[in-house]
């Protein structure tokens, strides 16, 4: 079966540091995509980053950076010089490939809160 | 562009009452998704349209949910009758790419049953 476990409820920090939230998965698929969606107060939820299971790059954008390890099946998502507008709900999430809705499984998010 | 439209934002109903939730997805995606996160827990699949056809509805909790889409432009969600357990808040997506890319969500229609 497909999960997605985000171990981390809830992390608060203060501006500038840096926090990484953990993002471990499950499945039984050799091919899928894995996600990061951020959730502000306002409640929409935000694509931040899609990554398929053949390209175990690590990327940067700006001050996001996720590290893609199969190995240990994890996603996990670092914020650098956290801003309190990174304040947010953030969301882990995995889709298998092929299948006829690739439905997004989710995790149960990690609530982080940067304090000023 | 228009991003994905849910209404209402909030809504408040008591136990046995009837609720419909609408969804307005991006004009041009065929893909249209459903879910429902409940009280801190994961966000769930409910079901997904491929134009007006349901393509899944394998998330649907049980026979009170029922689902449409008219003519493949918007969806609707009906809850009959709400029992307590219905509250969450419920999120519309659409995609023109079935595998996830592009997935749009709107903000959400959080509802509360007391």
């Known amino acids: 079966a497909q999960k997605v476990t985000q171990a981390q409820t809830e992390i608060s920090v203060v501006e500038k540091e840096d926090v990484t939230l953990d993002c471990v998965y499950e499945?039984?698929?050799?091919?899928?995509?894995l996600f990061w969606y951020k959730q502000p107060p306002s409640g929409e939820l935000v694509f931040l980053i899609r990554?398929?299971?053949?390209?175990?790059q690590n990327e940067i954008s700006g001050r996001y950076s996720w590290n893609f390890q199969k190995s240990t099946s994890s996603f996990n998502f670092t914020i650098t010089a956290s801003q309190v507008v990174d304040s947010a709900v953030y969301f882990c999430a995995l889709s298998e490939v092929g299948g006829a809705t690739n439905k997004l499984i989710f995790g149960t998010g990690t609530l982080l809160a940067v304090q000023p | 562009e228009a991003g994905v439209t849910q209404f209402p934002s909030h809504s408040v109903i008591e136990k046995g009452q009837t609720v419909t939730l609408r969804c307005d997805p991006i004009s041009g995606h065929d893909n249209l998704y459903w879910y429902r996160r409940v009280m801190g827990k994961e966000i769930k699949f409910l079901l997904h349209?491929?134009?007006?056809?349901?393509?899944?509805e394998s998330g649907m909790p049980n026979n009170r949910f029922l689902a449409e889409r008219t003519g493949g432009t918007y969806s609707t969600l009906k809850v009959q009758p709400a029992e307590l357990e219905d509250s969450g808040v419920y999120f519309c997506?659409?995609?023109?790419?079935?595998?996830?890319?592009?997935?749009?969500f709107g903000s959400g229609t959080r509802l509360t049953v007391v």
């Open positions: 349209f491929v134009k007006e056809s349901k393509q899944d």
């Open positions: 990554r398929n299971s053949f390209d175990e």
């Open positions: 997506a659409s995609s023109q790419d079935w595998r996830g890319y592009g997935y749009t």
């Open positions: 499945t039984r698929d050799t091919t899928y995509y």
